[in-house]
């Protein structure tokens, strides 16, 4: 069973960036699909952007173009690029499967605020 430890959160003002790391255990990275997830305050978590082992990626539309989703297979690694962040970007932020697995890691927060 693949576990996943979230790294990378933190204050950000509007406008600014972060650079959020994944690191998964296990066989995680025979897995074809990988996704980083998102739960703000009093909403239910969401999917934001995936990445399929042949490269291709699919972001929310509330993401796309500020987002980025990569891997480092050697690594054992999924990395989210943030640019532009906006204060609705606050949540929690989480990796994992598409779909995602029962099991999930502590996440990492980032909170956008001036």
């Known amino acids: 069973q693949g576990q996943f430890v979230e790294s990378g959160g933190g204050l950000v003002q509007p406008g600014g960036s972060l650079r959020l790391s994944c690191a998964a255990s296990g066989s995680i990275f025979s897995i074809n699909v990988m996704g980083w997830y998102r739960q703000a305050p009093g909403k239910q978590r969401e999917w934001v952007a995936r990445l399929f082992s042949a490269g291709s990626t699919d972001y929310a539309d509330s993401v796309k173009g500020r987002f980025t989703i990569s891997r480092d297979n050697a690594k054992k690694t999924v990395y989210l690029q943030m640019n532009s962040l906006q204060p609705e970007d606050t949540a929690v932020y989480y990796c994992?499967?598409?779909?995602?697995?029962?099991?999930w890691g502590q996440g990492t927060q980032v909170t956008v605020s001036s």
């Open positions: 994992n499967k598409v779909p995602p697995m029962a099991s």
